[in-house]
């Protein structure tokens, strides 16, 4: 059973769009929701993240939108780059430790 | 070398074959990870250590598989009888303390690929 559910699969935009990423959940245990990129090759790296008590976050061109009451949030990316290109997950975790990952989006940016 | 290191990156085995997995963790992070990704698919937890004592395993998938982590320091993963469900890539990650909100650091991943 998956845990938390994201979609689009895959994701085309225009270098200089704007990129959108959404996840839902059903545990309302989970209390941190953290968004990862990853490269071909590499290992998930920690993007930006968020705790139920903020409905958003904003780091530079990344900003997260989260709806607790409808168990939802989702990543945007301003001004998609090419070097955004990648896969994205998102994740969350409960005060166990360990992160429930979605299925992950692979972002291409064209230039 | 600050990040997460694991080796090897890339392992072919045959099946029935027993492999180890070695994950090298940030110095001085307490905490450790495993968690298996298959491909396409997102990370799956596996289990977890706080400093030598493996607080969680409730992610092996079955009893072929175990993680060690005896000093404190660097962890093992071993995988007894491979079988070709079990090729995926399998990634650490540490962070430095217990607390849930740390950062959780992840290293490359080694590729397993049972024959």
């Known amino acids: ?111 | 070398g600050a990040g997460v290191s694991q080796s090897p990156r890339y392992k072919v085995a045959k099946r029935g074959q027993d492999v180890a997995l070695r994950c090298d963790p940030i110095s001085g992070h307490v905490s450790l990870f495993w968690y298996q990704q298959a491909l396409g698919q997102g990370p799956e937890f596996l289990t977890y250590f706080q400093n030598e004592a493996q607080l969680d395993k409730s992610g092996l998938p079955s009893d072929r598989f175990f993680a060690e982590r005896p000093e404190g320091s660097v962890s093992t993963l071993k995988i007894q009888r491979t079988q070709q469900e079990d090729s995926a890539v399998y990634l650490c990650a540490s962070s430095l303390t217990g607390n849930s909100y740390n950062e959780q650091f992840f290293g490359p991943g080694t590729r397993l690929t049972v024959l």
């Open chain 1, 1 to 111: 059973q998956q845990q938390v559910k994201q979609s689009p699969q895959s994701l085309i935009v225009q270098k200089g769009g704007i990129s959108i990423i959404n996840c839902a959940y059903e545990n309302t245990a989970f209390d941190y929701f953290p968004w990862y990129q990853q490269f071909p090759g590499k290992g998930p790296a920690l993007l930006i993240a968020i705790r139920p008590d903020v409905s958003e976050k904003k780091e530079g061109r990344f900003t997260i939108s989260f709806n607790k009451s409808a168990k939802q949030f989702s990543l945007h990316i301003m001004d998609s780059q090419p070097g955004d290109s990648a896969t994205y997950f998102c994740a969350a975790r409960t005060g166990a430790n360990n992160l429930f990952f979605g299925t992950g989006t692979r972002l291409t940016v064209i230039p």
